[in-house]
């Protein structure tokens, strides 16, 4: 049984000193076995700039390291300012002044630090004006950058700066974005993934729009642009690993679309009629100049999630219809998969090494299904409404090891619409040879009764299981739960200092690490071994779901 104190995040009256001021009865810190965690500060949009009801869009959380620009030419002689500093002024321009001064102030951010006063919106704009010099292709935008989605509008935000409002806001004007990703690898600028509930799909350059002074997005590549290859909204999206610029979406239609980045698509986009919905097939584009050069057809129903393994060896997908399907996806083969306890699954992630899987759903569990055994091998419970998001936190320290440098425990975490956030410990020694023992701390555990022929064998390559009964599952406990948010959460992304936990409306939480908690978080060339150690989306996605 789970601590009710854990669950609503230890309540305490407001007086508190740990009490957060913004979320009433929500405490600023959470304890584990390894220290305590403690809330650091808070990413969210701007209220005043919301023209739009949020509709059916959750948010989804994306972190972005850009690099240093190779090419850089060297700075005129009267900026007194660094170029950073001028996407500060148009973070001034985007928050505005308004009615009476306001004082913007950036500070620990990827760039220099810088106070100014907006008195009007005229003025803000005059003062955008003087300093345009500064924001010319030579601008580095240097940094880490959380990208994150709410209503009409995609927001970023200087992942290194205190400031809670984001330093940019790109409008929709037809649809809603739904999700994102971004790679860091880009070759040629367009780093950024953005897919809308139209199924619309752009590529831009997150610089570019760094560098640009309007709400729209500039510089874009379109993909099915007006329905011309699928008029179901996108749910998830997905650069492909070592795939040279190729990226995934997947659809609400159950398919999913291979396109290639730079490619026009001046040729027959048109795939075969799908005869059996229920059935698994790829089709190629027809001609050299297609794009999409593929149509996967995953399920019937909706396709939630999508994640890549790290190598990009393997494909998993979560959907409407309950199955985990895990693919090679350079060799278009199904290779295992099954269905969860109940309802929908909304969201998968893997471990590092990829050797496991996480998903959660609508059965308000966590699975933790292995690669090698092809099933489920454990069950986490804890959760009491539908789990929302998965990850493995690749940064956290096993305190034991087996002397051959291989992981013999993993830390992930899940949230889910019950404003939870739940970490566990899968300890590799109870799992690989279940065991009929109750271990205390949040190690697997069997209910009663005998078991069954779900541990007997491997399942062959290319077989859906059917859902395990529950006493044949070890069970894992959490060991924390903690009330983060007063909003149903929708994404969680682990980094090298800290938790980042993301609630459907647009407010994200840095919950800095017991080892980094009492300094400010590092420069942004930290950040980089975050990006390129996942090799995900957040999840990461982060990983989360779109709910629909």
Known sequence: ???????????????????????????????????????????????????????????????????EKQAQLAPTPSSSMSASSGVRFAAARFLGGGNGGRTLSFVGGNGASKSFTGTSRSSSLGGLSNCNSMLTSNYDGKGTYLIFNLGDTIYISDFNSQDKDPIKAIHFSNSNPVCHAFDAEAKDGHDLLIGLNSGDVYSVSLRQQLQDFGKKLVGAQHYNKDGSVSTSRCTSIAWIPQGDGAFAVAHSDGNLYVYEKGKDGTGDSSFPVIKDQTQFTVAHARSSKSNPVARWHICQGSINSIAFSSDGTYLATVGRDGYLRVFDYSKEQLICGGKSYYGALLCCAWSLDGKYILTGGEDDLVQVWSMEDRKVVAWGEGHSSWVSGVAFDSYWSSPSSDGTGESVMYRFGSVGQDTQLLLWDLSMEEIVVPLRRCPPGGSPTFGSGSQSSHWDSISPVGTLQPAPSMQDVPKLSPVVAHRVHSEPLSGLIFTQESILTACREGHVKFWMRPRSSESPPSNSEGLLSTISKEKLLMPGKVGGSSFK
């Open 1 to 67: 049984m789970i601590n009710s104190s854990n669950i609503n995040g230890g309540m305490s009256s407001p007086s508190s000193s740990s009490v957060n001021p913004r979320s009433p009865g929500l405490k600023t810190y959470f304890k584990t076995p390894e220290g305590r965690y403690k809330l650091h500060y808070e990413k969210t949009h701007p209220s005043s700039l919301l023209q739009y009801p949020h509709g059916k869009s959750v948010t989804q959380v994306t972190l972005a390291y850009l690099k």
